[in-house]
């Protein structure tokens, strides 16, 4: 019988009454970490796409989110500060692009919390692979799932509300790729959360205190010199902030400035963080 070159070895080498040599006793040490990732991303994706009830919900959300307070905060647009964005929705939607991957990122965590409960994660610690695989392959297939409710978002923003940005579709990609990649470095973050407490309503109080404060003290639905001092020295302050600015600076066709290079830096810096937590607190736990 001849095996394929990167089939395990077999113990006796598969002929009856053939005993095994030491190097015929040899494990298999499991695929490539990059193998490992693939599989179990998709296994999410799978998972997080089989539902078509939970794949709508999903969409919708962050339609609603923004119909509604494109709609409560309407009166901000006729600021003094607002006329230049041509429209409350233009200054709005790319701040809703950022809420949502943290809300995404949110759901990362939540989404490891209940394959550790439904002894998922158990049954892969069982398996010859990296435990940094199931962590790696989590923040990805929630960062694809952002990707397709942010695609949904701005048709439905353009479609329904009239977005008209001035960066064209150039510059409302580049916004998408940021937030992809800030949503990335947030679900690190709460995944480093998730592995630390591993519980489910401690994962809510802590996920509700960083993230509607972060979403509330930003320029997500108003100009920084229209807020009280202390909010506009919070605001200032706030790393949500950077990349809100620099995603409205793409999408509406403008100069992000130091916003952008800024975004990026506290993104990487937050996945790093948040990898290296995640993955102590994950090994500590096995």
Known sequence: MTLPPDHPPVAGGGVPGHRASDGERARWSGSPLRTQVWVLTTRSLRAAFGDYRLVCLG??????????????????????????????????????????????????????LAETYTGVVGRLRTLPISPVSVLVARTLADTARLAVQLVAIVVAAVLVLGFDPDGGVVGLTAAVALTLVVGWGLSWVFVAIATWGRDIELMQAVSFIAVYPLMFTSSAYMPLEHMPLWVRAVAAANPLTYAIDATRALALGRSPGWALPCAVLLAGVAALAGSAVAARNFRRSA
């Open 59 to 112: 969409l919708l959300q962050p339609v609603v989110l923004l119909v509604l307070f494109s709609q409560v905060f309407a009166g901000v647009g006729a600021l003094p500060g607002m006329v230049g964005y041509d429209g409350y929705v233009n200054y709005l939607m790319p701040a809703t692009l950022v809420n949502i991957a943290m809300i995404t990122a949110m759901g990362a965590g939540a989404g490891l």
